[in-house]
């Protein structure tokens, strides 16, 4: 059968279009469900499906339909940097995140550190460090040691607290191993909630082993923690796998409130409550990164907006470290694992 350069060009628009919309679907909707082999057998389906649709859509019709779909593609795309450059925060003390050397693109355990400095109003107590920590997802086929080495480097670091936010296991990895793995890190305190996969797997286990650890598991509770001379509200948001209950209450006039959750997607909501500072992971920051395109899919309903960084959502800090493991696939790719330190300090003088 002879196809003519057109219906080649015109298969070619087509499945490009309907790809990189799939890609979309991926991302929003499909990446959320639970994991498991009916969840790959629906995403790889689907791309089989894209794809054959496409090239049938190609040999049958104009090419201007496809052309049309990635010029409104590029105009979301076009949006979304604008959107996210308008929430953008800081960058990190030192180079910016995510500019592996193109010749290694493998970047599943060569873990990094990235440093922010805040002010806030109500912050009356000494300078505070924060060690954030996010989605171990701690699995036999990533060695012991590396994990290992991500804590000592986290405890070398010297932080009052310690935040972790989900995700600590993978595949069918006893909870034990985190009683091994994790411990005590920050000086005035430990606190984590759990993510998706924790909720899907072992909950109960999971919890028992973090507490072992020293480590607090905050489930849609608020505590006082003294840092610094000072004094902050804490609260661990479970939405939407734990706790129903989208919002907050508002932290007491003058108490300094941080939330730790384990999606982004929560942001706007939480900031409804006006907290200071929102710790979350979940992203992975895509784990997978194309140079100079960013990440292919995030687990998240906004897309590519909250994949990684510091962000500042009507008023509100958002936080989302990399993380330090991997899910589904066991590798990294242009994407390193890191957690945040973030420094933390008053507009004025301490008291």
């Not at 290694?104 to 912050?123: G, N, S, V």
């Not at 509770?221 to 609260?235: I, K, P, Y």
Request: glycine share 10%; proline share 8%.
């Amino acid at each position: 059968m002879h196809f003519s350069l057109e219906q080649m060009a015109a298969v070619a628009l087509y499945l490009l279009a309907g790809e990189l919309l799939y890609i979309e679907v991926v991302n929003r909707w499909l990446i959320l469900i639970r994991d498991g082999r009916l969840k790959g057998v629906i995403i790889a389906g689907g791309v089989l499906a894209v794809a054959a649709a496409a090239a049938c859509a190609g040999l049958r019709l104009p090419w201007w339909p496809a052309s049309a779909l990635l010029a409104a593609m590029l105009m979301l795309e076009f949006r979304r940097v604008r959107m996210r450059r308008a929430i953008h925060g800081s960058w990190p003390e030192g180079p910016r995140p995510h500019r592996p050397s193109l010749r290694r693109p493998f970047t599943t355990t060569d873990f990094r550190i990235y440093r922010y400095r805040i002010e806030l109003p109500d912050w009356r107590g000494r300078p505070v460090r924060i060690v954030h920590l996010t989605d171990m997802h701690v699995h036999r086929r990533i060695p012991d040691a590396y994990f290992r080495r991500v804590m000592q480097a986290a405890r070398d670091e010297k932080p009052d607290l310690a935040f972790f936010t989900g995700d600590y296991l993978a595949g069918q990895t006893p909870p034990e191993r985190l009683r091994e793995l994790l411990g005590p890190v920050g000086r005035s305190g430990d606190f984590a909630v759990l993510g998706n996969h924790d909720f899907w797997d072992r909950t109960e286990p999971i919890t028992r082993a973090l507490k072992d650890a020293g480590i607090r598991v905050l489930s849609g509770e608020s505590v006082r923690v003294a840092a610094g001379g000072g004094e902050l509200l804490l609260t661990g948001h479970d939405y939407p796998w734990g706790a129903q209950q989208k919002t907050l209450d508002p932290a007491p006039p003058g108490l300094p409130h941080f939330v730790l959750t384990h999606t982004p997607d929560n942001i706007y909501h939480l900031a409804a409550a006006r907290p200071d500072c929102v710790f979350a992971g979940h992203c992975h920051a895509g784990q997978i990164r194309l140079p100079f395109w960013g990440p292919v899919v995030v687990p998240s309903v906004y897309g590519r907006r909250f994949d990684h960084g510091h962000f500042i959502v009507d008023g509100v800090h958002l936080f989302i470290p990399s993380g330090i493991g991997v899910a589904n696939p066991l590798f990294r790719i242009y994407c390193e694992p890191d957690f945040f330190v973030i420094d933390v300090r008053g507009v004025g003088p301490a008291v």
